[in-house]
């Protein structure tokens, strides 16, 4: 429990370390993200709510960006003293050197999580005439689903599903990148094949958003359930690369 505390307090000097250029790339490319969510359904006479703007941090360009790359990114800045032979010799070994970077993956995920939910708050409820509309004639939700319509749904049950989601779904993609930090040694490959994903995702083919999202369309009839898969994808995934841990030729030292 120690060795976590530490982590923690590193992780917040790195932070404080990398302040400017992580406020850059939070308040520019999130606010160009929200821009384009806005501006584009204004000739069709939508009446955007709270509740879609907090799904649309769920699905496309928005979710990959603000949750999955701009994370990754902080967070092969954070581990890259990580990978030199002579810090792998000093640590326990490269079992407990897994749990660490899953557990600075998490920290780090959550707080720009948190970022992106108050962002949404403080940027768009002043914006918004409804907290939801789903069962509006004029909502998102009718304009994605051709005019399908749903009674019934409150404000929290999509706020508690859209933070489930981007916690597992963002957890997901970080362990994924990890592994494949591991395995080339090189960052650049590991968001090579985030983008891969990425791609065949955002392109409706298959991948976490299509599956196991909470888009708009899975309100219609609304499956709980693909919270309890998305998390067993997530321990698969923490297994797995807990498993290949214990052998060394996982962990190409440079």
Not at 83 to 93: E, I, M, V
Not at 112 to 118: G, M, T
């Amino acid at each position: 429990m120690k060795r976590y505390r530490y982590l923690l307090r590193s992780y917040f000097r790195f932070l404080k370390e990398k302040f400017f250029l992580l406020l850059l790339l939070l308040c520019g490319t999130v606010a160009l993200n929200f821009e384009k969510t806005n501006s584009q359904f204004f000739l069709y006479n939508v009446n955007l709510s709270l509740a879609d703007n907090f799904i649309f941090l769920c699905f496309g360009f928005q979710f990959y960006f603000n949750v999955v790359l701009i994370p990754n990114f902080f967070l092969s800045l954070l581990i890259e003293k990580d990978f030199s032979a002579n810090y792998l010799l000093r640590s326990r070994g490269a079992p407990f050197l897994w749990y660490e970077h899953v557990f600075l993956a998490f920290i780090n995920l959550l707080l720009f999580v948190l970022f992106h939910i108050l962002l949404v708050f403080v940027l768009k409820l002043p914006n918004t005439t409804s907290v939801i509309n789903f069962g509006d004639k004029h909502s998102y939700l009718a304009f994605a689903t051709n005019g399908k319509i749903v009674t019934g749904i409150e404000f929290y049950e999509i706020f508690i599903f859209v933070l489930i989601f981007l916690l597992l779904a963002g957890m997901f993609f970080n362990i994924l990148f990890l592994f494949f930090r591991w395995i080339f040694n090189n960052w650049l490959w590991s968001f090579v094949i985030i983008l891969i994903f990425a791609f065949f995702d955002i392109s409706n083919v298959f991948g976490i958003c299509t599956n196991f999202g909470v888009d708009h369309s899975k309100w219609v009839n609304f499956n709980p359930t693909l919270s309890v898969q998305l998390f067993l994808f997530v321990i698969l995934a923490f297994k797995t690369g807990s498993f290949f841990s214990h052998r060394k030729e996982f962990f190409y030292a440079r």
